[in-house]
């Protein structure tokens, strides 16, 4: 398949993610879109980390994994030394703090029923009310609950259910045509006769087939039952003290919902009582960043949070983002269509094409002197502010974005990869380095001749409207992760 390996990956990082792969199932085809397949990357305390690719290539989805909504297919997620992946669902979701997302449209990601407040306020509310002691039987209940939806589905039971409803039918068909034809007696009843009595065996049998399936549902719903007349108790008492610590909860709330909004260039006084509709795009992804910034988190997934808002509103944004990357020390992972706004604010960028990781290494480099192919048509595709620079000379990349379903064999970009040979159809790519921290995965890497191929070329000069109302166009790198 185009891509993979962890040759990129530097160690200690503040987020480790390998090996990672989603799919999803298509139907009952037993089809799958491999939305992301094996991918690996890591992120060290302090850095941003940009994640581009076309529209599809798994960016999103990644992101999503990584926060385990929903979990990956298979593969690692690493918050410093903890694995994600074995932690249990009350584990999960005290370390999720540490890692909070942020999503492309503010005003859909903020519920417009909810106030200002109450919005910002939900993780800690979530987490509050999580801190409250879980009583034994509602443990029960959510162990229980899981064990038994996979009891019911288990194979071997659906098909003994299938198999034993299938011979009743048969068996009460046959019951109902031997009593149909049967000689009437003396008072018109028909009897079945012999046909009627392996009918009567017949049922039986259905039954018994059916008797597995009985018990787990009886021995089941016996148990939730019982587990629900348990919590009653529970969870009067537990409304009891929720009730009795919320006005204290609520004053604290209150401060850290007003300093985080503050924090965030969100006038508080005059917002807290407001709704998300009567701000504008670039307040309401404000709003959205106090919320992600509520619970202090180490980390916080950008997907494409400037994508919907104009450009100086966008430059708002990224400035706010930088500037509490710097204030907090937060580690962010930015995921963006707009390459321009990607070179400005990122450390490290990981280039993505149909689930599967291209190229990784620092912007400048990236960008005036890319090594994978498809790399360099992103590039290419970057508007330049030059009259002189034609437009159509950007670098078209031939045919259609592949089905995710059925991706080409070995280097996923084959089929639009003009320096494709014989070995791009078998072989999939190994992630290797190719210059001092630049990464690629390619049999046939670019080099110094492939760069001065069009006008367009080195030194790509990346600028957009964006550049003058930033406040730098790279950040300075954190200690040693350049
Ligand atoms: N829940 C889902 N069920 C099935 N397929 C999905 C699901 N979510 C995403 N996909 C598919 O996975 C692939 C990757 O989608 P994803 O949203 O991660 O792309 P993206 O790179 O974020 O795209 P964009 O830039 O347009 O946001 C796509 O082919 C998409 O159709
Ligand atoms: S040269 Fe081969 S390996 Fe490299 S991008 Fe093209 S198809 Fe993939
Ligand atoms: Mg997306």
Known sequence: MAGSG?????GGGALTVEHLTVEFPVGTSGDKVHAVSDVS???MKGETLGVVGESGCGKSTTGKAIMRVPPPTSGSV????????????????????????????????????????????????????????????????DNFTPAMLKLWKNKWLVLLTKIGLGVLLGGVLLYVVASAVGEPDQFGRRDGGAGADLANQIIRGGGLLLAPAAI???IGSAIWLLLVFLMIPFKIARSVLVAMEKKEFAKEVDEKVFTALEEVGIPAQVSMTKYPHEFSGGQAQRISIARALVLDPEIIICDEPVSALDV??????????????????????????DLAVVKNISDRVVVMYLGKVCEVGQPDL?????????????????PVPDPLVDPRSAEEIDGELPSPIHPPSGCRFRTRCARATEICSTA???IAEV???????????????????????????????????LHSTTPEAPGGVK
């Open 428 to 430: 999939e790519p190994e």
């Open 41 to 43: 990357f890591d992120l």
């Open 312 to 337: 100086s509103v966008q430059a708002q944004v990224l400035n706010l983002l930088e500037d509490l990357k710097a204030s907090r020390d937060i580690s962010l992972i930015f995921i963006a269509h």
């Open 6 to 10: 962890t040759a990129h990956l530097r």
């Open 435 to 469: 210059a001092d921290g630049q990464f690629v995965a390619c049999h046939h890497p670019l080099d110094e001749k492939d760069w001065h191929l069009s006008e367009r070329s080195v030194p790509v000069t990346v600028s957009s409207d964006l550049d003058g109302l």
């Open 216 to 218: 787990v549902g009886i």
């Open 366 to 382: 990236l960008y005036s002197k890319p090594r994978h192919p498809y790399t360099r048509a992103l590039m290419s595709a970057i």
């Open 78 to 141: 690493r918050l410093g030394a903890i694995d994600l992946s074995t932690l249990g669902a009350d584990q999960l979701r005290d370390v999720r703090g540490r890692l909070q997302m942020i999503f492309q449209d503010p005003i859909s990601s903020l519920n417009p029923r909810r106030t200002i407040r109450d919005i910002v306020a939900e993780p800690l509310t979530v987490r509050w009310l999580d801190g409250f002691p879980r009583y034994p039987a509602a443990q029960a209940w």
